[in-house]
Structure formats: C-alpha cells, structure tokens
C-alpha cells in the first residue's frame, strides 16, 4: 500500500519543535478561526526588546503527554514569518508609537531559536551555592563594633 502514496508523500521531511505552554497564546482570526501566537523568548538575556512572534493555526500546536509543554511539526523546507514590535517615534501627546518588525526564518532555525533553552548552562543549586560561599570566604570581612542593648540603653 505505501506503493500507492504520491512521492511528495512518502519523502515530506518535518521538524519536530517542543516548548513551554506559557509561549502560547490562543486567539480567533477574523475569519473565525482558532488560532494560536507563539513567543520567542530572546537569547541574549541583555537583549530587552519585545519578544518576536509568530501566528499558526491552532491545530498545528499539540500538548505533550504531562501536560507541562506542547509540541508541533512543520515541514522541513518551510518558512515562518516572525515579527517584532518596534517603537517608531512618538505621538503629539508623548506617547509611543509602534510598529512591526518582520522577517522570513526556515522551520529549522525557528526549531533552534524556540529550543535555545536546552543549550543553556543549568548548574545545580547546590554547586551555585557552594560557588557562592567560596567568593564569600575570600573576601576579608570587616569587623564592626557590636552595640549591647545595656550599653544603648545608657
């Protein structure tokens, strides 16, 4: 039977994108039709611009087995259109003006950029701590003069 399937079938290469819940934010299109807006947080954590987005349909984006991410496929060769809000000047009365950054990214870069969470350094808590008091114990402490209460009180 897998014969019988046209060959732009058999061959369709996809990519496989996971990430967190909280980058979803479900809308309805003008058309009426359910949509979802996914956030791309930025990678640099200097970086403080607003996030950039992109609009698929909602029935692309799917939850994962626990509940605690969501997942979606896109085609391989596929491009996404991401935007970004910018401020463009300001208005008689003082206030911001914005407008729409945008730009093309393949479905593999975009897999890269929503997965950049997984290439960051996650030390333990505890060796952070221990990093932390290690600083701590180099540094030479000042003594300050301890005041008793009976003293303050005369």
């Known amino acids: 039977m897998a014969e019988t ?3 732009e079938q058999q ?13 979803v934010k479900p809308f309805t299109s003008k058309s009426g039709r359910a949509m979802v807006r996914i956030s791309i947080p930025n990678q640099d954590s200097s970086d403080k611009r ?18 605690v991410g969501v997942w979606m496929k896109l085609p391989k060769d596929g491009k996404v259109t991401l935007a970004r809000p910018v401020p463009t000047g300001k208005d008689d009365a003082g ?8 730009r093309q990214v393949p479905d593999t870069e ?3 950029m929503l997965e ?13 701590l221990a990093e932390k008091k290690e600083a701590a114990a180099q540094q ?3 003594s300050k ?7 303050a009180s005369l």
């Open 110 to 112: 975009l897999k890269a």
């Open 116 to 128: 950049a969470y997984k290439d960051k350094n996650r030390g333990s808590v505890l060796s952070d």
């Open 50 to 67: 607003p996030w950039e987005t992109f609009v698929v349909s909602a029935k692309q984006v799917h939850d994962n087995n626990y509940g």
């Open 145 to 151: 003069p301890v005041a008793h209460a009976k003293e």
């Open 95 to 102: 206030k911001t003006v914005w407008g729409r950054e945008s």
């Open 11 to 23: 061959e369709r290469k996809e990519v496989t994108i996971k990430f967190g819940k909280g980058l």
């Open 140 to 142: 030479p402490r000042e």
């Open 5 to 7: 399937l046209a060959p």
